[in-house]
């Protein structure tokens, strides 16, 4: 394996593609267009939004380096195969590469909460810092906790949506009058919350399926080395209702929204939201209940990855709905 391809399978290069296209969907969607709606243009421009975009990435990045170099011993056993860290490339590289990519994604955070000088940016770059070492602190502890790290690794996910929509807010407990344009520019981040949470919850919650069902995947190597994780503390059957019960409640909100979608003749976006999301999830259910070896919860994380791809790809509908 050359060490070109080496360094981007370490850095999950197709995980970093899919952080990269939910915020550019996220902003070129959702963000532009709502504030376009009410003739205000956006605080987050274009520069600083592709800037914060290559700060996620990078710290992302950052956090698969250190996470395979601490997962050594355990993805020697669960995926062998797979294998970069010490085999292709040496782990003092991999913590070298863990620094400079963590310093470089912080340094855009704080330029960019500086050059936008708002309460909102300036925590929305403490929260980037904070999240670096929260990848180490899972890397080297939490990953190996009971839930702790699966929802750490959820909450993480949801903030790559967060964070956009916290660096398109405006200090507005500053402002002593509010003019028309303020005035539109406020219903616009009340449409704009709605929407980030909206998503950010969609990813949370999948992103919690997920992190179970690897864990149930992983299973062999983490009890070797004495990780506390749902399936080996619980069990797989509970590990399967726990998974099943999210599923159902994410299968429940998607519904409820549906019908709201109907309410208002959005029936494209709900037809493809049935179709590509919501029955792929009901199918998940079936074959969770099926699944017995590695494999095919494997497969089953494959299915939840594509899923959450078709959630993330829904936003373009809001480009010419809003």
Known sequence: ???????????????????????????????????????????????????????????????????????????????????????????????????????????????????????????????????????????????????????????????????????????????????????GYMLGETKLFKFAILYAGFAFIISLIREVVKDMEDMEGDAKYGCKTMPIVWGIPVSKVFVAVWTVVLIAILIVIQFYALKISWWMSALYCITLIILPLIWFLRKLYQAKVAADYHKLSTMIKLIMLSGILSMIFFKFYL
């Open 1 to 183: 394996m050359k060490i070109t391809a080496a360094f981007f399978r370490l850095i999950r290069w197709p995980n970093l593609v899919f952080i990269a296209l939910t915020q550019v969907l996220f902003y070129f969607c959702i963000i532009l267009p709502v504030f376009e709606q009410y003739h205000s243009a956006p605080v987050l421009s274009f520069t600083l939004f592709m800037l914060l975009m290559v700060a996620s990435v990078f710290i992302a990045a950052a956090g698969y380096i250190i996470n395979d170099y601490f997962d050594l011993h355990i993805d020697a056993v669960n995926k062998p195969d797979k294998l970069v860290m010490d085999k292709v490339i040496k782990r003092r590289w991999g913590i070298v590469w863990h620094l400079a990519l963590s310093a470089i994604g912080i340094a855009i955070s704080l330029a960019v909460s500086y050059r936008l000088h708002t309460f909102y940016s300036f925590i929305a770059g403490m929260i980037n810092v904070v999240s670096v070492i929260a990848l180490w602190l899972y890397s080297t502890t939490y990953k190996r906790k009971l839930l702790i790290g699966n929802v750490l690794i959820s909450l993480l996910t949801a903030w790559t949506i967060l964070i956009l929509y916290m660096a398109s807010l405006k200090d507005w407990f500053s402002t002593k009058a509010i003019t028309e344009s303020q005035s």
